[in-house]
């Protein structure tokens, strides 16, 4: 029988018919988890890429990127990863790499691939930081997507949400020991409560799912939001950026060229259906179709986001 998959879709908008026995069983074969394979992309910074996959049971939710950034006398995490074998397979990484205490553990945003490894870090004592609006989103939305996963990736595999402690409202700094992380709240974008993290050492920026690169971007906040934001980071004059989902490392010009072409794109072809009368469910279809070819995973999520932006925009 084919594998079950939950789709960010299917997490963020419900729908799921799972058949778990098949999961478990493969998830049972697969063993204890292995470090993560990481990349140092700058001095002290370390990437898990994720897999260009939705999440399945074989992959254990291991889809978005995952950062640790180690200083003189700690070490912070930017999203623990998607299920308890995502964490602890991060947490291996971590322990080949340095002794020091992890410290701190940053929930960029409430999509589970990025929040659900955070369990396994709760016995290093750790501060789980996220944006102020982040508690609610996840008891919005927490019990939702736990069961979700837990009907894909089996018993043992999704624990309680974690809900962050050390809450941003508008920009905040995390010491690690000559190594000062700048965190900032965004207003709405990809969600309504996105945290990004600035290394203020290599300048370097880690975005959560504020940037996309290659997957298609994934519409769960605000369009025209989203788009502000990102010409506000356009200005602070970043150069290099860790994104939610692609490679490891990549210039930030480039990248977000790319992506603010897709999400102008939707604005403006969504507002022209609305403004011609164009029913949701044919938008759907045809707007923005000339991005087709440049995103992976295009026939998943582009007509969700087009239903997304639709909703928004009929009201303007």
Same mark, same amino acid.
Not at 110 to 115: E, S
Not at 284 to 288: E, I, M, N, S
């Given at each position: 029988?084919d594998e079950?998959?939950?789709?960010?879709r299917?997490? *963020?908008?419900?729908g799921m018919?799972?058949?778990c026995m098949?999961?478990?069983?493969?998830?049972?074969?697969?063993?204890?988890?292995?470090p993560?394979?990481?990349a140092e992309?700058?001095?002290?910074i370390h990437?898990?890429?994720g897999?260009v996959?939705?999440?399945?049971?074989?992959?254990y939710d291991?889809?978005?990127?995952?950062?640790?950034i180690?200083?003189r006398?700690?070490?912070a995490?930017?999203?623990?990863?998607?299920s308890v074998?995502?964490?602890?397979s991060?947490?291996?990484a971590?322990r080949?790499v340095?002794?020091?205490?992890?410290r701190?553990?940053?929930?960029?945003h409430?999509?589970?691939?990025?929040?659900f490894?955070?369990?396994?870090?709760?016995?290093?004592?750790v501060v789980?930081?996220?944006?102020?609006?982040?508690?609610?989103q996840l008891?919005?939305r927490?019990?939702?997507?736990?069961s979700g *996963?837990?009907?894909?990736?089996g018993?043992?595999?999704?624990?309680s949400v974690?809900?962050?402690?050390?809450l941003v409202?508008?920009?905040?700094?995390l010491?690690?020991?000559?190594r000062?992380l700048?965190?900032t709240?965004h207003?709405?974008?990809?969600t309504v409560a996105?945290?990004?993290v600035?290394?203020?050492?290599?300048?370097?920026?880690l975005?959560?799912d504020?940037?996309?690169?290659?997957?298609?971007?994934?519409?769960?906040?605000?369009?025209?939001?989203?788009?502000?934001?990102l010409?506000?980071?356009?200005?602070?004059?970043?150069r290099?950026?860790?994104?939610g989902?692609?490679p490891?490392?990549?210039p930030?010009?480039?990248a977000?060229?790319?992506q603010?072409?897709?999400l102008?794109a939707?604005?403006?072809?969504?507002?022209a259906?609305i403004?011609?009368?164009?029913?949701?469910e044919?938008a759907?279809?045809?707007?923005?179709q000339s991005?087709r070819?440049k995103?992976?995973l295009?026939d998943?999520y582009?007509?969700r986001?087009?239903?997304?932006?639709?909703r928004?925009?009929?009201w303007?």
């Open positions: 029988m079950p998959i939950l789709s960010r299917a997490a *963020l908008f419900g018919c799972l058949c098949p999961a478990l069983l493969r998830a049972e074969a697969a063993g204890a988890p292995q993560a394979k990481t992309v700058s001095p002290g990437v898990r890429r897999a996959e939705d999440a399945t049971a074989a992959n291991a889809i978005a990127n995952l950062s640790f180690v200083g006398d700690a070490v995490v930017i999203d623990p990863g998607g074998h995502d964490g602890q991060l947490r291996l971590i080949a340095t002794q020091l205490p992890i701190y553990v940053v929930l960029s409430v999509h589970p691939d990025h929040v490894g955070a369990a396994a870090f709760k016995e290093d004592g789980f930081v996220g944006h102020a609006g982040l508690p609610e008891a919005s927490g019990e939702f997507y736990k *996963l837990e009907k894909l990736l018993d043992g595999q999704v624990e974690v809900v962050p402690t050390r409202r508008d920009s905040d700094e010491d690690l020991g000559g000062v700048a965190l709240a207003k709405p974008a990809h996105d945290l990004s600035t290394d203020k050492q290599s300048g370097i920026l975005t959560g504020l940037l996309f690169v290659d997957r298609i971007p994934v519409l769960d906040g605000d369009l025209k939001g989203w788009l502000a934001q010409a506000e980071i356009r200005a602070s004059g970043v290099q950026a860790v994104p989902h692609g490891a490392l990549v930030w010009a480039a977000e060229d790319a603010r072409r897709y102008t939707l604005l403006d072809e969504t507002r259906a403004a011609k009368g164009i029913p949701i044919e759907a279809t045809t707007v923005a991005e070819d995103w992976q295009f998943s582009h007509g986001n087009v239903l997304e932006a639709y928004r925009l009929e303007e």
